[in-house]
């Protein structure tokens, strides 16, 4: 997951886009985000809201249907999380004015994500069969790493590596395309990745199951492409509030929406509402992409910024460890699953996950050796 620095702001008072010229920047100056760390940390705690509700949304027809609406609400408030990750990597990876040689390039991602996602799936596929008590054979662990789902959550990993390998070839288009171009390329990506996931769902498939590791990223070239159109727009206070005003709308339809069509298509055609891919989620995803480049275009308060430096190293080793500490508190009972229950096992399934793993990342942060498979 990436990070970001300073770089000065342009005070403008609406909208503004560049002119219908190359997006190329000047050679050896690439541009740092001001907002990038900030937007990394909000995306963690949606991320661990996400991963805390899930078993009641996916038990549409065995949770309570009290549990459901709340963790429902949640989900669908949420799920921005994942395609603001790709497209602030797309923000920053992008950048044409980035000069690294091949061979330093694919060195520095394996390090930062090929390492990690050797290791998580190793843990992963030990601990579903330990721990878990899954019967996951040799042939399984294979399929599993085949399909990149060694763990249900590892599946960003393989999308983020097969983005890195895409990305020299990609900063090539995006050094010699016009504003314009560059638009229109991540609109018709986005727009041909929504269209096969409808078709895919309407047929009765879940997506992920129709992509291997080596795939998984070809939904997401889209975002990574918007990520990099959206970093240099400024808004206005009134760009600000129609931003707001078009996320509340997409929030609404999706958590109306994921009811109506669970109740009328059940699994797994009603699970439309929750793929990062359903124009909804691209549409809210944009929006809440420009709101918080927005509101962190310039420093935070000393408190704020230190705290937001002391995260954002920590996010993807967080994203990585929390799933295991909520299959433990599962285990304990706490799964969203209990009538009259889901404020104390959100309670628990939330603040729990993330103070552990924000502790257990911090300390394994200062082994030298493991540094690595956290990021």
């Not at 921005?80 to 690294?100: C, I, N, R, T, Y």
């Not at 889209?222 to 005003?245: E, H, I, K, N, P």
């Amino acid at each position: 997951m990436p990070s970001g620095g300073p770089h000065k702001s342009a005070g403008k008072t609406s909208v503004t886009n560049q002119p219908n010229t190359a997006t190329v920047s000047p050679v050896g100056s690439p541009r740092v985000l001001p907002y990038g760390d900030s937007m990394r940390v909000v995306g963690l705690f949606a991320v661990v809201l996400l991963h805390c509700a899930d078993p009641a949304v996916f038990l549409f027809d065995s949770a309570p249907r009290i549990n459901w609406w709340v963790c429902n609400t949640i989900k669908c408030t949420m799920l921005w999380a994942v395609p603001v990750f790709v497209m602030l990597s797309g923000a920053l990876m992008l950048d044409p004015a980035k000069q690294e040689n091949w061979s330093v390039f694919f060195r520095k991602r394996f390090m930062r994500v090929g390492v990690p996602l050797l290791f998580w799936s190793g843990v992963y596929l030990i601990w579903s069969r330990v721990y878990m008590g899954n019967p996951v054979g040799l042939g399984g662990a294979v399929r599993s790493l085949v399909l990149g789902t060694p763990k249900y959550h590892l599946y960003f990993l393989f999308v983020m590596a097969g983005l890195y390998l895409v990305t020299p070839a990609l900063r090539v288009f995006v050094r010699h395309a016009s504003r314009q171009e560059l638009l229109g390329a991540a609109v018709v990506a986005l727009a041909v990745a929504c269209g096969n996931q409808v078709i895919q769902t309407g047929r009765g498939h879940l997506l992920f199951d129709l992509q291997n590791g080596l795939a998984r990223f070809v939904p997401f070239v889209g975002y990574f492409l918007m990520g990099y159109f959206l970093r240099d727009l400024t808004m206005s206070r009134g760009g600000r509030v129609a931003a707001w005003c078009v996320l509340v709308v997409c929030v609404a339809v999706s958590v109306v929406g994921a009811r109506v069509a669970l109740g009328a298509l059940g699994r797994p055609g009603g699970l439309i509402f929750y793929w990062y891919l359903n124009p909804f989620c691209i549409v809210g995803s944009i929006s809440v992409f420009l709101i918080l480049a927005a509101r962190f275009a310039h420093p935070s308060g000393r408190f704020v910024g230190r705290v937001i430096g002391w995260l954002a190293p920590l996010v993807l080793g967080v994203y990585l460890l929390q799933p295991a500490v909520l299959d433990v508190f599962y285990r304990q009972g706490f799964t969203t699953l209990r009538p009259d229950m889901i404020g104390l096992d959100l309670g628990v399934r939330v603040l729990g996950s993330f103070v552990i793993c924000t502790v257990a990342v911090w300390v394994i942060r200062l082994v030298p050796g493991l540094r690595r498979v956290v990021g």
